[in-house]
């Protein structure tokens, strides 16, 4: 799929899950195209979230969307192939949650999905170096995973721009994504900085007008 880049990727675990199908149309209609999972299992990180049911859900509500899965979870090779017949379209796992990385991206693209790479506030960036010709994106956690709502770590904004760089001197292709912390008042800096994907979950579901929140946020993107 081609992307009009930086966008917001709208994550359905600030979403009311009574309406979870409504408040995803709600983003589609606003403008979304790529709509993020993030999958806790209690173990890698102190919350427990939803799993491929809600997924498969979410692919139900918006067929035309991007799905991408965000797995916070230990272990993450036993699930990978449940994800998949759940409808993701790229899935990420954390650098910090598998032994054998390498491993772990061969084993989602084998299923001819994109792979992605999770780095928490505290990794460092050159750890992910001999990963980054395989993977197609990389995720900066801009907040200690593991629940929503948090706010933006503000060294962050240096890691983006350390990884961009990292980018262009290796010549690489991948994605730059942000989870936690976006809204209103930092989305541009944070884009700014080198992010090409900027999760939003409470930065848009909170709102009573979700469509229209997520229209003002991406819209700052391109001030």
Known sequence: MNFQLPLIAP????ADFSE???????????????IHCDIM?????????FGPNIVKAAKKSAPE????????????DQFVESFVQAGADLISVHYE??????R??????????????VVNPATSLH??????EDVDLVLIMSVNPGFGGQSFIENSYQRLTELA????????????????????????????????????????????????????????LGE
């Open 20 to 34: 979870l199908g409504s408040n995803i149309q709600d983003a589609i209609e606003g403008g979304a195209s790529w």
């Open 11 to 14: 994550s359905i675990l600030a």
């Open 165 to 220: 760089k990292m980018r262009d001197e290796g010549d690489h292709g991948f994605l730059i994504q942000v989870d936690g912390g976006v809204n209103l008042k930092n989305a541009k800096k944070v884009a700014d900085a080198g992010a090409d994907i900027l999760v939003a979950g409470s930065g848009v579901f909170s709102a009573q007008d979700i469509g229209t929140r997520y229209q003002e946020l991406q819209e700052k």
């Open 65 to 76: 969307a991007f799905i991408d899965v965000h797995l916070m979870i230990e272990n993450p």
């Open 97 to 102: 949650a598998t032994h054998h990385l390498h």
């Open 41 to 49: 299992d209690g173990h890698f990180v102190p919350n427990i979230s």
């Open 127 to 132: 750890n992910l170096e001999p990963i980054l």
């Open 104 to 117: 772990s991206i061969q084993n989602i693209k084998k299923y001819g999905l994109m792979a992605g790479v």
